[in-house]
Structures are given as C-alpha cells and as structure tokens.
C-alpha cells in the first residue's frame, strides 16, 4: 500500500510547513505531495526607529516592537504567511518612490525562505525512505524554480510524469486558468489543456495515474469561489456573497478522458471536500495556512483502487 499525505497553499505559513513535514511521522506516510502556491503574497516592513523600538503596521493598525521581541513578531508574521523585512525610513521612502526595488526586495526575502524550506525537508527527511514532492502554483513567481531543483529527498515533479512509491504515475501542472488577479501562472483554457495532455499522454497506466493539477475540474463541489467584481470587491447575492464555479473546464475534460484513479487538487481555499468525476476521486484538502492550520488529505493507494481516505486538519 502507498499512503500519500497531500497538501496544497500553505502560501508561506512556516509553521504549515513545518507540520507539513511532521505529516510522515504523524500519519506514516511515505509520499508528502505539497500541491502548489508555497510562496506568500504579503511583505511587511520593519521600521528601526531613533529609540530602538522597532514600527509596523499590521491590519491598518500601527504597532511597536521592542528589540527583545522583534524575532517573536517575525516569526508570528512568517507562520501567517507574511514575510517581512527590518528597513529605514530613507529605504522605505526609496522603495515607495520605486516599485522595482521592492519588488527585488520582496523576491530576496521570498527565494531565501523557499531555499529556507529545502533545507529544512533535506534535513528532516535524510535517511528516510520518504519521497517529498514540491511543486509551485499559479501565484509562486517563476524565480522559485531555481530554488525547488530536485535535491535528494525533495523532487519538483512541475510538468512531468514521476513514479510514486508503488509505482503509480503521477503528472503535476500548477498552471491554472485565467483569474481576476492575473496571477504570475495564467493560461487559457485551451493551453491549459494541451499542457495536460501532453503529460497524459506519457502517462503508461492511465487508470492508476494520481493527477496532481493545482486547480480542480470545474462544476464541483471544489471549486466554489467568492465572485470578485473588477475592483476585487466580493459580489454581493441577497444578504451574502455571490459564489461561482472557478475551476478549469480544460482538468474537467482532460480526467473524463483518461478516467486517472486520483486528482489531487487545490487553488481555491474556501471549497475543502471531494468529488467522485466518473471514476476519479478528486480531493481539495482546503486552506487555512494564515491561522497556522495545515489542512490535508492523507490517501492509501493499493492496486488499482483508492483504498480509504481522509480530510485532515491540525
């Protein structure tokens, strides 16, 4: 039997990570698939002022920090998935005059962190018979790739068609469809779907193939997402919030094709659950990675068949 643990968009959450790695302990798993978006979105400046407290603004509000905690605060921000950086009023004033240099800031914080996470995986799982799998999403900016080359335990199976413990096939497209926030990995929904089936047509035994594409097969209970309007406002319907199918007809069509034995999916934080597409159990495990929750799916492959499973969160 091969037991997967699955997990996708922990979106920078240290901590997430952390128990990311713990999961082949805790669950005894021998695969660890992290599906996608390990990047985060938000950078925070840590400003030194004259009196050697240390000034940041958090949800609006402004917040000082004494030396003696300053690590602390860094350390709560990086498990919320929030990467930040000690700065000067002189820098700060230069990066807002100058979007280029936060955004090589922002980028040397982040391939730190990533090579950070390497490490770390490199580290826990030497010696182990456990494969680690990282991939990136459609918010993780290309620069990652250069930090997730396979390096022993830890594999980045983006775009290709790798062997799992057991020796089922898996292929891993972290692409997704086209999103209002015109995130750094778009494509249509055609090119969406000759890159799938371009890795699906390598695959040997399409019928025990896990497929590991960051965004689920549209019409499910998967992909339900908040309706943004075009100034990324939530859509409004009666007294809540509009909802809307957000997923890619393109995996939709390639998993009725080929009829794989497990999708393995994520992208769309709020609709955790899984769905039977034909024959094919499509998991989104969900995401609560700001909270330092890790949601996941542990999967027990046996044969030609998904044996048992389980939503997880802790």
Known sequence: MTRIFFTTDVHASDKCFRKFLNAAKVYKADT???????????????????????????????????????????????????????????????????????????????????????????????????NCYISPGNDDRFEIDEALLDSGQVINPENKVVELAGGFEMITLGYANPTPWHSPRELSEAKLGEMIEALASNVRRPETAVYNLHVPPINTQLDKAPAVSHDFNYVKEGLGIKFIHAGSSAVRESIERHNPLLGLHGHIHESKGFEKVGRTLCINPGSEYSDGILRGALVNLEGDKVHDFMLTSG
């Open 32 to 130: 660890l698939i992290l599906g996608g978006d390990i990047t985060g979105k938000v950078l925070v400046s840590i400003l030194e002022t004259q009196n050697g407290t240390y000034k940041l603004t958090l949800f609006g509000r402004e917040t000082l920090v004494k030396k003696d905690r300053l690590q602390e605060t860094r350390k709560a921000l990086l498990d919320a998935g929030q990467y930040s950086f000690v700065t000067t009023s002189e820098e700060l004033s230069e990066m807002q005059a100058d979007k280029s240099k936060a955004d090589k800031i922002f980028n040397e914080v982040m391939m730190k962190a990533v090579r950070s996470w390497v490490e770390l995986a490199e580290e826990r799982l030497r010696g182990t018979n456990i």
